[in-house]
């Protein structure tokens, strides 16, 4: 029987995607995760604990990427994926890719960053003049504006929630597709809109933005899971999370 024949199967039996959650709690990503993600394909965490997205905290967080990398090798991963932007906007252009690199030294398997995903996302997508919009603060919201910019972006507007990282969780579903619209109004030359943080709940508004503004929309978390599925050579068909599956091929 089918349904039993499952059953000899473990969880990711098709990819284990390996993520570094940058925060000390998880709450959204899972949830908009297994609502995506095709059969087969699972997602194991672990977590550096940052608390607060002060300077000190992230830094200090950071010093446990290389403990956190391998304790997903252990797991068996086929992917490891570094989660949030803050992390990576703290040291600026290029910062992704010395990250990438400390999880090379530790293990083989191809690493990558939410970050960098959503950068190439947006590229193969087309978009040049970006809209942002975020839950961060003007602190975040600067160093992420700068970080979009540095990687060939034009940066139109950008509005953040100023919430503490604790609340994104806690954020209404529709929260997002509502600051959304409020940092297009009045933007005329933009032609695609980025969603920072998968700890806000996005995945469920995507179609609609993009149906109602006519651009792509990329969000942190589908971001993470179309690079992973990328980077697995995974191509399932996923449709109403915005036009970015319709690119799962190379």
Same mark, same amino acid.
């Given at each position: 029987m089918k349904g039993q024949?499952? =059953?000899?199967? +473990?969880?990711?039996? +098709?990819? +284990?995607?390996?993520? *570094?959650a940058p925060g000390s709690t998880i709450e959204t990503i899972p949830v908009e995760f297994y609502k995506v993600a095709p059969q087969g394909v699972s997602i194991v965490?672990?977590?550096?604990?940052?608390?607060r997205l002060t300077k000190e905290d992230i830094e200090g967080s950071l010093k446990g990427i290389e403990q956190a990398a391998a304790e997903l090798a252990r797991t068996k991963s086929d992917v490891i994926i570094l989660g949030g932007s803050p992390p990576v906007i703290a040291g600026g252009?290029?910062?992704?890719k010395k990250i990438i690199a400390r999880i090379g030294n530790v293990t083989d398997i191809p690493a990558t960053t939410s970050q960098t995903l959503a950068v190439e996302a947006l590229t193969l997508l087309g978009?040049?003049?970006l809209v942002i919009a975020s839950p961060f603060g003007d602190d975040q919201n600067v160093l992420l504006r700068k970080f979009m910019q540095d990687s060939g972006f034009l940066v139109h507007a950008i509005k953040g929630l100023n919430?503490? +990282?604790?609340?994104?969780g806690m954020l209404p579903r529709d929260a997002s597709y509502r600051i959304a619209l409020e940092? %297009?109004?009045?933007?005329?030359?933009?032609?695609? *809109?980025? =969603? /920072? %943080?998968a700890?806000? /709940?996005?995945?469920?508004?995507?179609? =609609? =933005?993009?149906?109602e503004l006519g651009k792509p929309v990329v969000t942190s978390v589908q971001a993470m899971i179309w690079g992973a599925l990328r980077m697995m050579r995974l191509s399932d068909p996923i449709?109403?999370?915005?036009?970015?599956?319709s690119i799962l091929s190379g």
């Open positions: 024949d499952m =059953l000899t199967k +473990r969880y990711g039996y +098709r990819g +284990r995607i390996g993520f *570094i965490f672990v977590s550096i604990g940052i608390k252009f290029g910062f992704d978009v040049k003049n919430m503490e +990282r604790i609340e994104y940092a %297009c109004q009045g933007v005329g030359d933009y032609d695609g *809109i980025y =969603l /920072p %943080c700890q806000m /709940p996005t995945i469920e508004i995507i179609d =609609l =933005l993009e149906k449709s109403g999370y915005g036009q970015l599956f």
